[in-house]
DNA sequence: CGTGGCCCCTGATTGC
DNA sequence: TGCAATCAGGGGCCAC
């Protein structure tokens, strides 16, 4: 459930019915989803069993719960295909269930993913070079996202026309601004009408800042319908699916209407990816870059 | 150091 | 029907 208001549909979820339970047991089913805990399997079993689960938190597509015994917490990306999900200790084990924790009250906390590129580590907190609050040692070079409090958006100006890159690859970039991924991206340099190779050092101030409000409102409003999902993968910690895919203007959407003038959406090739446009809306920059 | 290309993995879909 | 190629909400690593 990879971007900004897919993962935070996760954390609430997570806040809601994990905060206070105990980890009665864990169980690693395959290794790859705890790679990046460089102890390995067995001490990552060993120091979660026993421990009390705190309040979810979340910076750009990272979350985590915080341990009762302090300064520690169980890290969790969900990469392309990962899922958390509360479940009864009784449901049937699907074949992609990765790592299970049994809590304290008969319920399981499962993560799930297909393609493994997400995972789980056991890690200490340490200041972000952000802004200082406390995160997982891994994400301490993770920017803010565009919906939190601190998110400077002067200082975000600055550093990216800093940048000699194209803006769509910019806006991926997780230490600049964290959050964004393939999606929200392009929807928001639609309703910024601007396009993805837009060289990021000729950005004008105006342009950025209408390109933050695009973000932040777009991340808004998919929150708000509970994330986007295509199909089962992405899903809140109940199995439940959300709604933005309605709302997409542009991503996924080749030859079809632009919203806003009716001229045809277009694909094109992005860094192993897609990036969607409106060719009217969007007019490819003279010199383009990404 | 910043930038850009490649790779990790499984499964659904498309085209020959 | 079979099989190969392509694509998918991510990011780490490594040359340059």
């Not at 900004?4 to 609430?12: A, D, G, Y």
């Not at 989803?33 to 750009?60: K, Q």
């Not at 074949?95 to 799930?112: E, K, M, P, Q």
């Not at 509970?226 to 899903?235: E, H, I, K, R």
């Amino acid at each position: 459930m990879p971007e900004l208001p897919e993962v935070e549909v996760v954390r609430r979820g997570l806040a809601a019915h994990v905060a206070g339970r105990t980890v009665d047991s864990v169980e690693v089913c395959n290794h790859r989803a705890v790679r990046r805990h460089l102890p390995g399997a067995s001490d990552f079993t060993a120091r979660l069993t026993g421990t009390r689960l705190g309040h979810a938190r979340r910076r750009g597509k990272y979350l985590w719960l915080p341990l009762d015994d302090g300064g520690e917490a169980l890290l969790a990306h969900l990469g392309m295909s990962g899922q958390l999900l509360v479940q009864p200790s009784r449901a049937p084990l699907g074949r992609h269930l990765r790592v299970r924790l049994r809590l304290d009250t008969g319920i399981d906390l499962r993560f799930v993913d297909q393609r493994t590129f997400g995972g789980l580590v056991l890690t200490p907190l340490a200041p972000s070079t952000a802004d200082g609050a406390a995160v997982p040692l891994p994400i301490t070079h993770i920017g803010v996202d565009a919906l939190d409090r601190s998110f400077d958006p002067a200082r975000f100006a600055t550093q990216l026309r800093r940048r000699q890159t194209g803006v769509k690859r910019a806006l991926l970039d997780q230490r600049l601004m964290s959050g964004v991924g393939n999606i929200y991206a392009d929807e928001a340099l639609w309703r910024a009408r601007l396009h993805y190779a837009r060289p990021t050092e000729t950005l004008r101030r105006t342009e950025i800042a209408r390109l933050v409000a695009a973000v932040q409102a777009v991340l808004g409003e998919a929150l708000q319908q509970g994330g986007t999902s295509f199909d089962a993968l992405y899903v809140n910690v109940n199995g439940e699916s959300g709604y933005f895919d309605r709302s997409l203007a542009v991503y996924g959407q080749a030859d079809r209407p632009c919203p806003r003038c009716g001229a045809l959406v277009q694909r094109a090739a992005f860094m192993n990816r897609s990036a969607y446009t409106c060719p009217r809306c969007q007019p490819r920059p003279r010199r383009a870059r990404w």
